[in-house]
């Protein structure tokens, strides 16, 4: 029997003769490949519930391994070490350790929802990629990711004065992802960003006049005000203890479906 997705197996396992003959056949080299055989003892049968209480991993049961997800798959062209079909069979045997092997390659989905448009039992492969991805992160196999970074910046300010401001929440962001600002500051997308905000083409083209006219100084002042006189939501208190409780609960909901919360 051909071994399908041979990399897939431990080297270890795999035994070959370099030299052997059957009944007067040569069967040298991969002809007589053999996997040893192995006895797992850590499957966690419910392991696909768990999987299902993240947000797009609802349908991860219903997968037939059609393999149609991978065929289409846009990060399986460039690695096929990419393979959502593979995942997800690992997930509804619950091979948990067998998956954070591919920790540093299952957040690589780019959400393109090709697996997602030719799945014929609406699995939803890209939803479950997303759980899997917050799985790891959940359980500590991964660092928290930008997004989640950029969530609890933003939830924060929301539960703390019921209303966000747009540039500390940048900045909280960049510093708790590690971005040097004042690279971005001299060369990078911000520095283009405040230049078009502020009509800096203007100021190149000579055109001093117009280009002090339209300086958004007044939004300007305001941002800068807002960054040291944080304004709240008037009778925020109550409501945002709510919401603080709310969002605590949920957190407890979520880490009871993971069965050993991490964080
Ligand atoms: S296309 Fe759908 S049914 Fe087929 S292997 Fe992928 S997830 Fe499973
Ligand atoms: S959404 Fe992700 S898993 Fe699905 S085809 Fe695109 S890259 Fe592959």
Same mark, same amino acid.
């Given at each position: 029997?051909p071994?399908?997705?041979k990399?897939?197996i431990d080297p ?5 003769s $370099?030299k052997?003959v059957? $009944?007067?056949i040569d ?5 007589? +490949?053999m996997i040893l055989?192995?006895t797992? +003892? /850590?499957y966690?049968?419910?392991f696909y519930? +768990?999987i ?5 991993? @609802?349908?991860?049961h219903?997968?037939?391994? =059609?393999g149609?997800?991978?065929?289409s798959?846009t %990060? ?6 990419f ?5 997800i069979?690992?997930i509804?045997?619950?091979y948990?350790s067998?998956l954070v092997?591919?920790k540093d390659?299952i957040?690589? =989905?780019?959400?393109?929802?090709? =697996?997602t448009n030719?799945c014929?039992k609406d699995?939803?492969?890209e ?6 991805a917050?799985w790891?992160e959940?359980e !500590?196999?991964?660092?928290k990711s930008?997004?989640?970074l950029?969530? @609890? @910046?933003? +939830? ?8 966000i401001e747009d540039t /500390?929440v ?6 708790q992802?590690?971005q040097n600002? !004042?690279?971005?500051l001299?060369?990078g ?6 230049e078009r905000m502020?009509n ?5 083209? !000579?055109k ?5 006219a339209?300086?958004p ?5 305001? %941002? !800068?005000?807002a960054m040291?006189f944080?304004?709240r939501t008037r ?5 945002g203890?709510?919401?603080r /409780?709310?969002?605590? @609960?949920?957190k407890r909901?979520?880490?009871a479906g993971?069965g050993?919360?991490t964080?």
């Amino acid at each position: 029997m051909p071994i399908h997705e041979k990399t897939l197996i431990d080297p270890q396992l795999l035994v070959q003769s $370099d030299k052997l003959v059957v $009944d007067g056949i040569d069967v040298s080299g991969h002809w007589n +490949t053999m996997i040893l055989p192995r006895t797992m +003892t /850590e499957y966690d049968p419910d392991f696909y519930e +768990t999987i299902q209480a993240f947000p797009g991993g @609802e349908n991860v049961h219903r997968c037939w391994q =059609c393999g149609s997800c991978t065929n289409s798959c846009t %990060m399986y062209a460039i690695n096929t070490d990419f393979n959502p079909r593979y995942w997800i069979y690992l997930i509804n045997l619950g091979y948990k350790s067998e998956l954070v092997k591919d920790k540093d390659i299952i957040w690589q =989905c780019v959400s393109c929802n090709k =697996c997602t448009n030719i799945c014929p039992k609406d699995v939803r492969p890209e939803g479950v990629m997303k759980a899997l991805a917050h799985w790891l992160e959940a359980e !500590g196999h991964t660092p928290k990711s930008r997004s989640t970074l950029f969530d @609890e @910046e933003f +939830t924060r300010q929301c539960i703390e004065r019921g209303r966000i401001e747009d540039t /500390e929440v940048m900045f909280n962001f960049f510093r708790q992802t590690g971005q040097n600002l !004042g690279a971005m500051l001299k060369g990078g997308w911000l520095r283009l960003l405040i230049e078009r905000m502020n009509n800096v083409h203007l100021l190149r083209q !000579g055109k001093i006049g117009k280009f002090v006219a339209r300086l958004p100084l007044v939004q300007g002042f305001k %941002m !800068g005000w807002a960054m040291v006189f944080k304004p709240r939501t008037r009778s925020w208190g109550r409501t945002g203890e709510v919401l603080r /409780e709310y969002v605590e @609960e949920q957190k407890r909901a979520a880490h009871a479906g993971i069965g050993s919360p991490t964080h």
